[in-house]
């Protein structure tokens, strides 16, 4: 079955019962600004939370994250509590302030500067401080504090999201053994030899499986963590998937996450996206060329070194494209006061620069870099009129652009290049897969997409939308559900 609100909504109703749905993680789904015309709300841009959103607001429940607009606390009442979305409330959002001091030590310290780079094999260094370890366990039993506020006396189902919150089951269970956790892992699991660098390493394993069930991407990761537990006193049943420890089952399962297919629809049919693609298209100076894109955050797990490499290496080899092929590489800057994420930038933007001063004609450069944060329909204009998307990924759980992407090519148009170091090349067998350090192939497969007949391009989109169509985000959240066994 293709599952979507209606039937997320009863599976929801008739799994939970009457346990209280609470989803955590760090980044809240909206964010209250400051505008003209007084405090303006909107979605944020990851897609994690845009996907979560629509579970939400199908089901309801309260959403308990990290309040990082400059007008947040504007809007809450006293129990910093404030109903979503603000033109059709659907869910409340339970907002945990956090000091500098904390988000710079549980944030940008032990989770970006440690557990990230531990956890994608992109060759970046993990720094594992004792103060940001502090910080992290802090922020941790803060959350906590929250979660069990809102739960009250009640039964409850609490979704945590994402590493960020690796100790937060342990403290939970510690306070309500009787409490339903579940979490999911979004980026990929080590092997065990990489993660026992980790000098919390044990402590971390022991939050995780403070939880019921325990979720990531691909059955791969899931090995690994399996694989991974060994060094902490725990009994491992390879043939279940499960670990034990203490006398309390935690699953181990793969859950490919995904997007809400439908909703994507819904706004790629609006008539001003095709007006602003258009806009676009002339706003960057495209005429009739090949239009190539990327959209991500700047992360150097991206692999957007590797594909401006690429770019270069193609118009090397097909001297013939050269001023005929554009590429623009959207996204924010990210996480730019850590020293690894500075150099990145800085790195990229001198690389563009180099390849655009190498072939750059009158009305034309061959990479158009635009740095600055776009509103999901300014993404789904650019998906439209772009002939290529190209994911060049280091590692990564996922990837939920390729699967907008997907979505958005209504008449099965256009080429998908992704790297087969994401979790989505599992799923999307149909894109042309690369390995973004062959960096001749690469740019061998970017020919092979300009030039791919409409009819295989036809063929390999319907094939791919198809897929997407079917693994939707509420097809995920059903899975999910389903293989928790306390709350048969």
Known sequence: MVWDKESIKERVKSRIGEHKFIIVSNREPYVHTYGEDGVICSSTISGVAIALDSVMQACGGIWIAHGAGEADKDVVDSNDRVQIPPDNPKYVLRRIWLSKEEENGYYYGFANEGLWPLSHLAYTRPFFRESDWNIYRKVNEKFAHAILEEVG???????????????????????????????????????????????????????????????????????????????????????????????????????????????????????????????????????????????????????????????????????????????????????????????????????????????????????????????????????????????????????????????????????????????????????????????????DTIKRALEMSPKERARRMRRMREVVKRNNIYRWVAKIIGSLRKLS
Request: proline share 4%.
């Open 153 to 443: 006396d009640d039964q409850a189902f609490v979704f945590i999201q994402d590493y960020h919150f690796a100790l937060l089951p342990r403290i939970l269970r510690k306070s309500r053994p009787d409490l339903v956790i579940a979490q999911f892992w979004h980026a990929p699991w080590p092997s065990r030899e990489t993660f026992r660098i980790c000098p919390w390493g044990e402590e971390i394993l022991d939050g995780l499986l403070g939880n019921d069930l325990l979720g990531f991407h691909i059955r791969y990761h899931c090995q690994n963590f399996l694989d991974t537990a060994q060094i902490i006193e725990a009994k491992i049943n390879y043939e279940k998937a499960s670990v034990t420890r203490g006398g309390r089952e935690t699953l181990i399962r793969p859950f490919p996450i995904s997007i809400d297919f439908e909703k994507t629809v819904n706004i790629v049919k609006q008539p001003e996206i095709e007006e602003r693609g258009q806009e676009l298209r002339k706003k960057h100076r495209l005429k009739d060329r090949f239009v190539g894109i990327g959209i991500e955050r700047i992360d150097y797990i991206k692999g957007i070194l590797e594909r401006f490499k690429a770019i270069d290496r193609f118009f090397e080899k097909y001297p013939e494209y050269i001023g005929r092929f554009t590429f623009l590489q959207l996204g924010p800057i990210s996480r730019i006061h850590l020293p690894e994420y500075k150099s990145y930038n800085d790195e990229m933007y001198h690389l563009a620069v180099d390849i655009n001063e190498k072939y750059r004609q009158k009305d034309w450069e061959p990479i158009v870099v635009i740095k600055s944060r776009l509103s999901r329909k300014e993404v789904i204009s650019y998906y439209r009129l772009a002939d290529v998307c190209i994911i060049s990924s280091l590692h990564e759980g996922m990837n939920l652009v390729a699967k907008e992407f997907v979505t958005s090519r209504l008449d099965n148009s256009g080429v998908l290049i992704l790297s087969k170091f994401t979790g989505a090349a599992r799923e999307l067998e149909e894109a042309l897969l690369i390995n973004p350090f062959a960096t001749d192939r690469f740019a």
